[in-house]
């Protein structure tokens, strides 16, 4: 009975702990309810693989959240912070777990909303108009969307995913449903910041307070690219748009724009979260490219990325949070010599930052190998060679911090910076941990991420 | 000619679509932007709801007097986003409110000129 209902439990818990937070209005219970509510989530996510991402990060980041927001929230909001983070974690469940077109946009309003105010909660005055970008941008997307969904639903007469699929086929190649897939990848690839629709995103992640920034960056891209992917593989079919669209020549394209420009930029930003948001837009190029190749290697890559980059991102913007906490700020003239007062939150930056180049041995190795594999698979051998090389770019700008860090000598007269906070290590550490550990043991990431890649493609699992 | 003035719903729908963007884009008054955001969504509404209305039609009760009825469905649904619509355009206006107590004007051109001269102020 209950297991029958488990992923929508998932979505109403957060949900229902977020106005009961607003009602209580204690910074400390608030803290407590929503890492309730998150590891909840987390708890019923470890049976439905789907989720386990989305909820984990939730749920790591919710108690890594308290030394954070203390220092970066007003204490008088604080406990709204709480609230709005679980309804951001509610709407991207929700997002995953739904089966209906438009309760996804309701879903996924829910948790752009949630996330315009996260990101307005940052200090610095930027982080206002990155907002307002934010809000702008995220709603022509939605609005897209719907457009999108309004079409197929006059089409098929049915709001219904599955429902969707079936009723396609005999009206495919007509101009509604052609015109509904172009108005759903534009308005969903706003939402995932696939390139050239990344424009919102550096400024978001670099002004938003740290724990939110960790938690957008690992979740809300990811959740939005999983979305285009079901209605792909799971509601267009592999048929209409793989075999007669040149949607894959198209996401290629971009792909492979948006994984060198994005690399270039993230080289020469003076900031590291700005670093890490170019880089993360880069990253979701990989993913795309994965959807590009459309094979079963290329979809298991773009899924395994969608896990791995996001716990090697949520990992990196934690401990980039700690820093920011401490030294005031990320800017690369602040990180200098920083190895000597913060060791164990470089060192982990550094791990992090391997699983980002794709070192053998971390998790993003496991998702550039299957890539390769998928590219040599399409006979593309020039694009595995593309990926390879344009990982080096990576080892550059992860070599910026590394040398900052290690090599270079603490400015004269800045004072020595104790290391980050107990609670806010320990998160970050297991998320750094969990990077290496799927490095080497694939048997959860990739064995789902296979099966998932199977039934997108139409085959039996 | 009769085909077009059949669909004439559909042009209003593209019209204020387009009109939408337009002015989201062209204008760089926060709050315009809005309007143009909300004018944007509102063309979705139409989009919806005309073609559920049924010319005769009647509410979907079912009576033995009426055989013509109304989907109610994308009513509920349009409902649903007019919501989703007041609660975007009130977090953007709220947002506005903060960023001119933050830089002093509305003006994408001047916040930027603003951000730009101040640098990294908190």
Not at chain 1, 305 to 320: C, E, R, S
Not at chain 1, 335 to 354: D, E, N, Q, Y
Not at chain 1, 358 to 368: C, D, L, N, Q, R
Request: charged share 10%; glycine share 10%; proline share 4%.
């Amino acid at each position: 009975m209950i297991a029958a209902h488990l992923p929508v439990l998932l979505v109403v818990v957060p949900l229902a702990a977020a106005p009961l937070i607003v009602l209580l209005r204690h910074a400390g219970i608030a803290w407590a309810l929503a890492v309730a509510a998150a590891w909840f989530a987390l708890g019923a996510g470890l049976a439905l693989a789907a989720e386990v991402a989305r909820a984990g990060v939730g749920a790591l980041v919710a108690p890594y959240a308290l030394r954070s927001v203390a220092a970066e929230v007003p204490p008088e909001r604080r406990y709204l912070y709480y609230a709005v983070h679980c309804l951001c974690l509610a709407g991207l469940l929700g997002m995953t777990a739904t089966g209906d077109a438009f309760n996804l946009f309701v879903f996924m309003e829910i948790a752009s909303l949630a996330m315009y105010i996260l990101i307005a909660l940052g200090r610095h005055r930027r982080a206002l108009l990155a907002a307002y970008q934010y809000l702008v941008l995220g709603t022509i997307g939605a609005t897209f969307y719907v457009i999108g969904v309004g079409l197929l639903y006059l089409a098929t007469g049915t709001l219904n995913l599955a429902d969707m699929a079936a009723r396609l086929p005999a009206i495919e190649g007509t101009r509604p449903v052609l015109a509904a897939l172009a108005f759903i990848t534009v308005g969903l690839s706003l939402k995932a910041a696939i390139f050239p629709l990344h424009l919102w995103l550096p400024n978001a992640y670099a002004y938003a307070p740290s724990a939110a920034t960790s938690f957008i960056a690992a979740t809300a891209t990811k959740v939005s690219v999983y979305v285009l992917m079901r209605y792909y593989f799971g509601v267009f079919g592999a048929h209409l748009v793989v075999a007669s669209l040149p949607v894959p020549q198209i996401l290629l394209g971009l792909s492979i724009a948006a994984i060198l420009t994005a690399s270039l930029v993230a080289l020469w930003q003076a900031d590291l979260r700005r670093l890490l948001a170019y880089s993360s837009v880069a990253q979701i190029g990989y993913i795309t490219l994965g959807i590009g190749l459309a094979t079963r290697d290329g979809l298991t890559a773009a899924v395994v990325h969608l896990f791995n980059h996001g716990i090697t991102k949520g990992a990196l913007f934690l401990l980039v949070g700690g820093i920011a906490l401490r030294a005031g700020g990320a800017g690369f003239e602040r990180l200098r010599g920083l190895a000597r007062s913060m060791p164990l939150t470089c060192f982990g930056v550094t791990l992090a930052g391997l699983s980002l180049i794709g070192v053998p041995g971390t998790a993003g190795f496991i998702s550039k190998w299957y890539l390769v594999l998928g590219a040599l698979e399409a006979g593309h051998g020039w694009l595995a060679a593309y990926v390879v090389l344009t990982s080096l770019i990576a080892v550059a700008y992860v070599w910026r911090f590394v040398e900052a860090a290690y090599l270079s000598a603490p400015a004269a007269g800045a004072a020595r910076v104790a290391e980050a906070p107990l609670p806010m290590l320990a998160t970050a550490w297991l998320l750094v941990g969990a990077c290496v550990w799927f490095g080497f043991d694939t048997s959860f990431t990739v064995e789902g991420a296979r099966r998932a890649a199977q039934l997108l493609l139409g085959g039996a699992p | 000619m009769a085909q077009l003035a059949g669909h004439y719903t559909y042009w209003v729908t593209v019209l204020l679509m387009a009109a939408g963007l337009y002015i989201l884009i062209a204008r760089g008054n926060l709050v315009k932007k809005l309007i143009g955001l909300s004018v944007f969504q509102t063309s979705v509404y139409l989009l919806y709801i005309a073609p559920g209305k049924l010319i005769g039609g009647t509410a979907p009760i079912v009576d033995a007097a009426f055989q013509v009825y109304s989907n109610p469905l994308p009513h509920v649904l349009i409902l649903t986003a007019i919501v989703v619509g007041i609660a975007t355009l009130a977090l953007g206006l709220a947002l506005v409110v903060r960023i001119r107590e933050a830089y002093g004007s509305i003006e994408e051109d001047e916040i930027i000129a603003a951000d730009a001269r101040d640098g990294d102020r908190e």
